[in-house]
Every structure is written in C-alpha cells, then in structure tokens.
C-alpha cells in the first residue's frame, strides 16, 4: 500500500509542489499525495493541486481558536487514513490535541533567514523538523545551508534557501517514509547514508 501523504499550506504552495513532483517522479517511492488542505480561501496550492487532480479541500481558519479548528482538520485528516502530514508554508500553530494524534508523523520546513542578512552571517539556510509542541523546534531530520553574498537582498537569499527547501523536503519525505530512522531525545539518528 502506497504511503498516504496529507499537506497543509496556506499559500503559494511551491514545496507542495516540490513534493507532488517527488512523488510523480519516484523520488519519493510507494507514496502519494491524499489530501491538500488549505486554511485560506484562494490560496495558489490550492489551485496547483487541483492542476494535478489532488483531492484538496479549503477549510477557512479565520475567526477559529486553534482547537475547534484542529478539530475542522482532524475530521477531514482521519477519513483520508493520512500516514505523514507536511505542513508546507501553513500559517497556523497546530494545538498539542493535534499533534497527540499525529505524533512524529507531522513535519515542517522553514528558512532560517530572518534577520540572517541583518545580522552579517555568511550562511543561511533550511530545517526540515518533526512537529512537536515546540515553535519550530522538533526534532530535526535534514537541513540545508546556503552562501550569504555582500549583495544579497532579502529576496535574492530567499530565493536561493527556497531551491535547496525544493531539494530537502522530498529528501527528508523519503526518509521518514522509509522508516529508516531512529528519534533519540532532539536528534533524528538515520539508519542509512544521505545523498545530498
Ligand atoms: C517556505 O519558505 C516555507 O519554508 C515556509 O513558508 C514558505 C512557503 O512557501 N514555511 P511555499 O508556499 O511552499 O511556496
């Protein structure tokens, strides 16, 4: 049975598509994508995945307090029998009732430039982390790093951290996937090599 693959996002949705493109090329093997959900009317993944003939569904946020709407995502979620779920520029904080539910089967994906070019580092990049009830902090499967130029604008370094987001996140899907891969404490040890 091929692997079932839910993915919350909330707006342009390119590691959406990132992952459907993984998933269409074999990249990520004996998977596929069962549901889009996005909690913004008009959000472009959303009309990226019905491009592609995803089942997705539009479940509006707005005005909903973090449980009574996780509980919105939870009765679409179960029925789709959803074995990871990848939260892919979603906007919203999931509640600790959520991810008790889908414990170490929720992952995220976030740049790491904010205040990067401010702040004078020469190199930024990206995380792929498990969900836990910590703001972007659970346990972290791959990450990426990219140069700093002295001529960088925001746009240009989050441009270069989104292509290495597009490369990581089918990485870090195929891993957790295959199921080779121990979480100990904070780190995620892997069971077998990673090709970059
Ligand atoms: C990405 O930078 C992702 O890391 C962050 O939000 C952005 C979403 O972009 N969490 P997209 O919707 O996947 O194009």
Redesign the pocket.
């Known amino acids: 049975m091929p692997k079932r693959i839910a993915v919350l ?8 598509e990132a992952l459907a493109d993984a998933v269409a090329s074999g990249e990520i093997p004996d998977a596929e994508l069962a549901l889009v959900i996005s909690n913004r009317e008009g959000a472009p ?1 959303i009309e990226k995945a019905q491009r592609r003939n995803i089942p997705c569904r539009v479940i509006p946020s707005r005005g909903l307090e973090r449980e009574a709407y996780d509980r919105l995502l939870l009765a679409a979620l179960e029925p789709a029998g959803v074995d990871l779920i990848c ?4 906007m919203r904080l999931l509640s600790p009732l959520f991810i008790a539910r889908y414990r170490e089967r929720i992952l ?4 790491s430039q904010r205040q990067a070019l401010e702040y004078g580092v020469r190199y930024s990049g ?1 995380t792929v982390h498990f969900v836990d009830e910590s703001l972007d902090a659970g346990p972290i499967v791959l990450q990426a790093v990219v140069p700093v130029y002295d001529d960088d604008t925001v746009e240009s370094l ?1 441009d270069r ?2 292509a290495e ?1 597009h490369r990581l996140y089918p990485r870090a899907v195929r891993i957790v996937l295959s199921g080779r891969y121990r979480i100990e404490g904070r780190r995620v040890r892997l069971l077998e090599p990673v090709e970059s």
């Open positions: 996002l909330s707006g342009r949705g390119s590691n959406f993944g939260l892919a520029g979603f995220n994906i976030h740049p990206c989050s951290i989104l987001e």
